[in-house]
């Protein structure tokens, strides 16, 4: 799915303002105003103009019912739906106010929120609204919905599942679609149960459920919005109907913050830093302040992944023949990594590191575990030193380097494992101000020779040489005068 698809899916059109009016709050009749200033272009735009024209559309529909005197309505549920409303007999096990035999539903079968959706919806009223003149009206599984359906079924046969038992059947599901492998493990524990675990587990899925989960999740964070993305998918898994609850607690895509990117002066100096603090450690043994600096070093010269440190093929990095210093990875060292992605050996940016940082003298930490446990203990270790910044930023500072030195983007998104989309996207997000105007500066000015003490120069060579230049022709109308006058004394 493209960016711009996904973000229209999950875009939440009913909490949308203009001029600090929501859109709820906005006459459907002048849905044609709606942001009038904003090109029709623009794809949110067109979906919230949708929504008013839609919006409009069933307030007129339901004008007609009135008139008619038919008591079941329309109601637009999400901006996508139509529903029907209205005053219907008590479903199975269900009691009106007073104990009245009847009670207000809202029936969604479905209509889309369209002109056709419209007229479907419109039609279906009216058939509901006589049969219940008529007193004809039953409950029947179109009108329960799939989740009704599904308990009634179940309710004598067999027990309703848990959410944990649910889960389990999701990640049965999820296997369907992924390989089995290190990178797919971690797609599932960190995208998909990382977020479903936060639901309660022994209990069916219900609609306190998941409003009690997105309860403890803060408003306008990164954990809500993907906590409610993730909960719609799986509610869809599970045919259950928790979009309006889970839309009522949506929540936009917050926006990165901005990183601070080491500097080349400040990551030689974190060289240093870490081996410093490590060789102050009580426990030096344990510490290994050389292999933590060779693993520093190599993360900052390649622009590696962490957990790429450990793909490495050692034997050829240090062969004599590689005279240029690159190094090659072996994705199987790593069960299946985006290692894989690399097609070429990648280059030190700046070959002098190699010597500095001391990169060919192999000392790799030896921490046992895991592969995630030894990458997790990269980024602790970066934390508990207190750097300035996290083993990643190496990586953004490889990349603005490539940058800064006009190494081409498809080059670049070779040596560092990308796509030249997700190197474009993800990279130019991190160039400050500054680095963009110490690039220019670099690229530019310095390229033309036209920095400002080259152009003090070259002003001080063109005044030298327009002095000369009258003096010269003051010299030569000298010499013409002179040559007038010859002649004229001459002729006489």
């Not at 003149?133 to 004598?156: S, V, Y």
């Not at 590696?304 to 093929?313: G, T, V």
């Given at each position: 799915?493209?960016?711009?698809?996904?973000?229209?899916?999950?875009?939440?059109?009913?909490?949308a303002?203009?001029?600090g009016?929501?859109?709820?709050?906005?006459?459907?009749?002048?849905?044609?105003?709606?942001?009038?200033?904003?090109?029709?272009?623009?794809?949110?735009?067109?979906?919230?103009?949708?929504y008013?024209?839609?919006?409009?559309?069933?307030?007129?529909?339901?004008l007609?019912?009135?008139?008619?005197?038919?008591?079941?309505?329309?109601?637009?549920?999400?901006?996508?739906?139509i529903?029907?409303?209205?005053?219907?007999?008590?479903?199975?096990?269900?009691?009106?106010?007073?104990?009245?035999?009847?009670?207000?539903?809202?029936?969604?079968?479905?209509?889309?929120?369209?002109?056709?959706?419209?007229?479907?919806?419109?039609?279906?009223?009216?058939?509901?609204?006589l049969l219940?003149?008529?007193?004809?009206?039953?409950?029947?599984?179109?009108?329960?919905?799939?989740?009704?359906?599904?308990?009634?079924?179940?309710?004598?046969?067999?027990?309703?599942?848990?959410?944990?038992?649910?889960i389990?059947d999701?990640?049965?599901?999820?296997?369907?679609?992924?390989?089995?492998?290190?990178?797919?493990?971690?797609?599932?524990?960190?995208?998909?149960?990382r977020?479903?675990?936060?639901?309660?587990?022994?209990?069916?899925?219900?609609?306190?459920?998941?409003?009690?989960?997105?309860?403890?999740?803060?408003?306008?964070?990164?954990?809500?919005?993907?906590?409610?993305?993730?909960?719609?998918?799986?509610?869809?898994?599970?045919?259950f109907?928790?979009?309006k609850?889970?839309?009522?607690?949506?929540?936009?895509?917050?926006?990165?913050?901005?990183?601070?990117?080491?500097?080349?002066?400040?990551?030689v100096?974190?060289?240093?830093?870490?081996?410093?603090?490590?060789?102050?450690?009580?426990?030096?043994?344990?510490?290994q302040?050389?292999?933590?600096?060779?693993?520093?070093?190599?993360?900052?010269?390649?622009?590696?992944?962490?957990?790429?440190?450990?793909?490495?093929?050692?034997?050829?990095f240090?062969?004599a023949?590689?005279k240029?210093h690159l190094?090659?990875?072996?994705?199987?060292?790593t069960?299946?990594?985006?290692?894989?992605?690399?097609?070429?050996?990648i280059?030190?940016?700046?070959?002098?590191?190699?010597?500095?940082?001391?990169?060919?003298?192999?000392?790799?930490?030896?921490?046992?575990?895991?592969?995630?446990?030894?990458?997790?203990?990269?980024?602790?270790?970066?934390?508990?030193?207190?750097?300035?910044?996290k083993?990643?930023?190496?990586?953004?500072?490889?990349a603005?380097?490539?940058?800064?030195?006009?190494?081409?983007i498809?080059?670049?998104a070779?040596?560092?494992?990308?796509?030249?989309?997700?190197h474009?996207?993800?990279?130019?997000?991190?160039?400050?101000?500054?680095t963009?105007?110490?690039?220019?500066?670099e690229?530019?000015?310095?390229?033309?020779?036209?920095?400002?003490?080259?152009l003090?120069?070259?002003?001080?060579?063109?005044?030298?040489?327009?002095?000369?230049?009258?003096?010269?022709?003051?010299?030569?109308?000298?010499i013409?005068?002179?040559?007038?006058?010859?002649?004229?004394?001459?002729?006489?």
């Open positions: 799915m493209s960016n711009n698809n996904y973000q229209a899916s999950t875009y939440n059109l009913r909490k303002e203009w001029e009016i929501p859109i709820d709050k906005w006459e459907p009749i002048l849905w044609k105003q709606w942001k009038v200033k904003v090109s029709a272009k623009d794809e949110f735009v067109k979906l919230e103009r949708e008013l024209r839609i919006k409009y559309s069933v307030t007129q529909a339901n007609a019912l009135s008139l008619d005197r038919v008591k079941v309505k329309l109601k637009l549920t999400n901006g996508k739906t529903a029907l409303q209205g005053t219907f007999p008590c479903k199975s096990g269900d009691i009106g106010k007073n104990n009245s035999s009847n009670k207000q539903y809202t029936i969604s079968l479905g209509f889309a929120a369209n002109d056709v959706g419209l007229k479907a919806a419109v039609a279906k009223a009216r058939q509901l609204d219940l003149m008529t007193l004809q009206f039953q409950w029947t599984p179109e009108l329960l919905g799939k989740q009704a359906q599904k308990l009634i079924l179940n309710r004598d046969e067999t027990p309703v599942k848990t959410i944990g038992e649910l389990e999701y990640q049965q599901e999820f296997w369907k679609t992924h390989e089995k492998n290190r990178q797919g493990i971690k797609t599932w524990e960190s995208h998909y149960l977020h479903l675990k936060k639901l309660p587990q022994d209990i069916p899925l219900t609609q306190d459920a998941l409003e009690s989960t997105l309860k403890n999740t803060k408003p306008l964070s990164n954990s809500r919005f993907y906590l409610a993305w993730q909960l719609r998918k799986f509610c869809q898994f599970c045919e109907d928790g979009g609850t889970i839309d009522s607690y949506a929540t936009p895509l917050p926006q990165p913050s901005l990183r601070k990117i080491p500097t080349d002066e400040e990551v100096k974190g060289f240093s830093t870490i081996g410093e603090a490590l060789s102050s450690h009580a426990s030096k043994e344990v510490t302040p050389k292999q933590w600096q060779w693993l520093y070093g190599m993360l900052a010269t390649y622009g590696l992944r962490p957990h790429e440190l450990f793909a490495i093929d050692l034997q050829a240090t062969d023949n590689n240029f190094v090659y990875l072996t994705p199987s060292l069960e299946g990594t985006k290692t894989g992605e690399r097609n070429c050996g280059p030190p940016l700046y070959p002098h590191w190699i010597e500095l940082f001391d990169l060919k003298n192999v000392k790799l930490p030896s921490s046992g575990g895991s592969l995630s446990n030894k990458t997790a203990l990269i980024h602790i270790k970066f934390r508990n030193i207190g750097i300035g910044f083993p990643y930023d190496l990586r953004h500072a490889f603005i380097r490539g940058h800064r030195l006009q190494v081409p498809k080059t670049m070779d040596y560092m494992g990308h796509t030249v989309q997700e474009t996207k993800t990279y130019q997000r991190w160039m400050s101000e500054d963009n105007l110490q690039i220019y500066q690229v530019v000015i310095h390229r033309n020779g036209t920095s400002k003490e080259a003090k120069e070259r002003i001080k060579e063109l005044e030298a040489e327009n002095l000369s230049l009258k003096a010269e022709n003051e010299s030569l109308k000298g013409l005068i002179n040559h007038r006058l010859g002649e004229l004394l001459n002729g006489e």
